[in-house]
């Protein structure tokens, strides 16, 4: 991986764990190499997130995402387990609207 390459994938990481108020963990990508308490890019939400970006690698993610009335994608590979995508503004309000009670 090229220099500009890894940076971009540190501004990425820092701006995913901005967006949720988490924290990206530092040596991420060298997990194999320096123990498991850095694996996954960010920590947030309880929840431990590998962060990806590609300039236009996830098209038809966010195809099936713009579709009227969708609000999250449900996806399994044979054998594999069910993968939930939903995008980051809604997953906020899901979790603001857990804290303060209400059940939208």
């Known amino acids: 991986m090229g220099r500009s390459q890894k940076q971009k994938g540190n501004r990425r990481e820092r701006e995913f764990a901005k967006l949720i108020g988490g924290m990206r963990i530092p040596l991420s990508g060298a997990a194999k190499h ?3 308490e850095h694996t996954g890019d960010v920590d947030g939400l309880g929840l431990r997130f590998e962060v990806k970006a590609r ?3 996830f098209k038809t993610i966010y195809k099936w995402l ?6 999250a994608l449900a996806l399994k590979a044979d054998r594999k ?3 939930v995508v939903i995008p980051a503004e809604r997953l906020m309000e899901l979790i603001k609207s857990c804290g303060s009670g209400s059940t939208t």
């Open 34 to 36: 320096v123990g498991k």
């Open 81 to 83: 387990e069910w993968l």
């Open 55 to 57: 300039k236009d690698g």
């Open 66 to 71: 713009e579709q009227d009335g969708v609000d």
